[in-house]
């Protein structure tokens, strides 16, 4: 069983929209849940982390995560042409921090 | 703003030869890490080095692979005798030790070709 899954899309957008972002995990020692944003041929960059269940929310994007369900979510409010990227969950699985990631969604918004 | 920074941006070899791929880590960070991005694949760990040793490898990382912190500041990958199947992304990773959770910051990665 894959420790963390992603529906990797494409996801086709109009500007404005909102867009929802899922994964789902396995491993229920799973603490932490990282969403990174990556550019085409560029390195993924963090957009935020959780820590257990509950929301967190940074401007336009909210992060939710359900430890019951063992399932994370990604909202992104008044999608903009720059949100266009692939986006990765991760969390990090033992005491060294190496993330292990979902498969990765790619957005795409168009203008 | 601090960045970790990765040398060559792109690197064509052919199959068998040995390439070294260079990352310039954030100053005070203590963490490092290899991850690899298979053409439309998911990323995946490599391995991770701290105190000068690696502290937890992927079953990636076999024989053919190698970690070395030289000098204080660069953090190497060495493929010694590299297979079509090599052909990725590397990223390299690099994160601190304060309190709480220590963000993984990635370099922009090197996309090596094995021909």
């Known amino acids: 069983q894959k420790e963390v899954e992603q529906d990797p899309g494409p996801l086709s957008v109009p500007e404005g929209a909102i867009v929802s972002l899922n994964c789902t995990y396995s491993?229920?020692?799973?603490?932490?849940f990282m969403w990174y944003r990556q550019y085409s041929r560029k390195g993924p960059e963090l957009l935020m982390y959780?820590?257990?269940?509950g929301n967190k929310e940074d401007g336009r994007f909210t992060a939710q995560v359900d430890k019951s369900s063992k399932y994370i979510s990604l909202f992104i409010r008044d999608s903009q042409p720059s949100d266009s990227a692939t986006y990765l969950c991760?969390?990090?699985?033992?005491?060294?921090?190496?993330?292990?990631f979902g498969q990765g969604t790619t957005l795409q918004v168009k203008p | 703003e601090p960045e970790v920074t990765q040398t060559p941006s792109h690197q064509v070899t052919q199959m068998g030869q040995e390439v070294i791929l260079r990352c310039v880590p954030i100053?005070?960070?203590?963490?490092f890490y290899w991850y690899r991005q298979i053409l439309g694949q998911k990323v995946e760990f490599l391995v991770s080095?701290?105190?000068?040793?690696?502290?937890?490898k992927s079953e990636i990382f076999d024989d053919q692979f190698s970690v070395e912190r030289p000098d204080g500041s660069n953090f190497t990958l060495k493929i010694r005798s590299t297979k079509l199947e090599d052909s990725a992304m590397y990223f390299c990773?690099?994160?601190?030790?304060?309190?709480?959770?220590?963000?993984?910051?990635f370099g922009p990665g090197t996309r090596l070709t094995v021909l």
């Open positions: 990773a690099s994160r601190g030790t304060s309190g709480g959770y220590n963000e993984q910051f």
């Open positions: 491993n229920s020692a799973f603490q932490y």
């Open positions: 959780t820590y257990s269940s």
């Open positions: 991760a969390s990090p699985s033992s005491n060294t921090g190496k993330l292990i």
């Open positions: 100053s005070n960070h203590l963490y």
């Open positions: 080095f701290y105190n000068n040793e690696i502290s937890e």
